[in-house]
């Protein structure tokens, strides 16, 4: 099945602009999920319970609630959350280029890939070739599901990725760790480098890898199901003159 755009972008600087495709780069079906059953196989419903009145309190009695003291919460509606959320754009507008190293992968997060959309290819292959040629990736902002992003657009093996970035607040320093450190001596540090030397790889290799975990559990999946070992829940009786589909 050809992959889905999630959106149209614009990839901008200066007088540059490169219509783009933006498309997911991970999946989240890796994770085998489970559904959360009673004893007899039905399904359950979770549910917020009031801590003052013990009482089920449905989603549209809520309101969002920002905790500035022990149980003291400054109350906002949701128009007014609302208008505090960054407007969506469809530029990334980039702010500048560096070497490619200097992010340190720390600030990762969700990756994204882009693609040329109609007219694009041209430049888009252009910058992309230009990027590997200088050592370099751009830095740009982007506005995206209400939230201000700074991205890292870099060229991959095939084409653009877009890295959303983690802000400073958003990353710990392990100066918060004290971590002591220790001289070694040059025969200690010779001899570490042979135990590396011994199972070093050129490069990184994904497909030697694999999630036993996800595997040993749809292992078991598999094994209780052939085992006839299911619980179902009771379809409800349609409606009289309802239509039944088989």
């Known amino acids: 099945m050809a992959a889905r755009s999630i959106a149209s972008l614009t990839l901008s600087f200066g007088l540059v602009s490169i219509p783009?495709?933006?498309y997911s780069a991970t999946e989240a079906s890796g994770t085998v999920r489970f559904n959360m059953l009673d004893k007899d196989?039905?399904?359950?419903?979770?549910?917020?319970v009031s801590e003052k009145t013990g009482k089920v309190v449905e989603r549209s009695e809520m309101v969002k609630g920002y905790e500035f003291e022990t149980d003291h919460f400054v109350v906002f509606e949701p128009e007014e959350l609302k208008a505090l959320q960054e407007s969506p754009s469809h530029t990334i507008d980039i702010v500048a280029f560096v070497p490619t190293p200097s992010v340190d992968p720390i600030f990762y997060d969700k990756a994204y890939f882009l693609a040329p959309d109609k007219r694009g290819a041209k430049p888009y292959n252009l910058l992309m070739q230009a990027m590997r040629e200088s050592g370099r990736s751009a830095l740009a902002k982007w506005a995206w599901k209400?939230?201000?992003?700074?991205?890292?657009?870099?060229?991959?093996?095939?084409g653009l990725v877009l890295q959303q970035l983690l802000y400073a607040d958003e990353v710990r320093s392990m100066k918060e760790l004290d971590i002591e450190h220790v001289k070694v001596s040059d025969a200690e540090l010779k001899l570490a480098m042979q135990l590396i030397d011994q199972i070093s790889t050129e490069a990184y290799d994904p497909t030697q890898f694999e999630d036993e975990e996800k595997k040993r559990v749809l292992a078991a999946i598999d094994e209780k199901i052939a085992g006839k070992m299911i619980v179902a829940q009771a379809r409800q009786e349609p409606q009289s003159g309802a239509q039944v589909i088989d």
């Open 41 to 48: 196989g039905a399904r359950v419903k979770q549910q917020y």
């Open 146 to 158: 209400g939230k201000q992003y700074v991205v890292q657009v870099r060229p991959g093996e095939d």
């Open 20 to 22: 783009v495709k933006l």
